[in-house]
């Protein structure tokens, strides 16, 4: 299972009800920050997830509207009482600015580990989530991710019992380990169901429209996508500034041919994201205009 909020929905500056557009995503324990712009500790802090179990941080790009709470969110991850090791991911130049943010938080009792993509890589996050990243269209170094949780097959008790294997073996062939009983060596495969579909979300913002970003949220069940603005007046501003309307953003989602779609990184000047939502629908039905706080629930089911 897999809970997303979607800690902040506004883009460029934060207002009064509305908090920078971030993104946290819990599995079991573990938690991982899909950027983090000012003020970004309240909101958290408001859910009541904690901050110990904090364990990767997933950046975008380095404009202030998705960096600039990092100071914040480290002191109260160290706080919490952190101490093992906290990865940071992020593009091109990202090394610089945490460097630079770390001279105002310089005193942390967990290490920070920095690592630079360049899309297309992949990585693994806390939780056993397997990650990726593709390249977005913003005019600098930007990243769209990608997160996958996978689902064991189902155990086949009878095929383990017509095997002659003790009860007590049958939870590590479940976890995928090989084993030897008596005299025979057996695998994971001779007890295990076909494969599974397993989870997975997209997170897409300050960007426009490309093939890739639709290839890379290929048939997700949640597509987490920019809306900086709602309407087609406003698309010479979305192609000279990097970002889209939100009927591109539904685009996207019915190319990918995702299961939902949830819109966020609204301009200040939104204050009612119904409108985008509205828009959206009209390409993409399953479309829905987050509010700071919005948490969204991937099981299993």
Known sequence: MLDICLLGTCGMMPLPNRWLSCALVRNGSSLVLFDCGEGTQVPWKTLGWGFRQLGAICLSHMHADHVAGL????FMVAHAGRTEPLAIYGPAGTAYVIEGLRRIAPDLPFPIHIHELKGGETFTLPG???????QANH?????????????????????ARALGLPVQLW??????????YDGKVF?????????????????????????ALSKLASDVDLLICESMYDTRDDLPMAHANGHMISEESAGIAKAAQAHALVLTHFSPKITDPSQAEKAARRIFPNTRAARDGLVVTLDFS
């Open 171 to 180: 939870k590590r062939l479940q976890h995928g380990e090989t084993l030897e």
């Open 128 to 134: 056993g989530l397997e990650a990726t990243c593709t």
């Open 139 to 159: 005019g600098i170094p930007c990243l769209a991710y990608r997160v996958d949780l996978a689902r064991r097959p189902e155990f086949q008790a009878d095929k």
């Open 187 to 211: 695998t994971p495969e001779q007890v295990l169901g076909e494969p599974r579909r397993g989870l997975s979300l997209a997170y897409i913002t300050d960007t426009r429209p490309t093939p």
């Open 71 to 74: 100071p914040g969110v480290l």
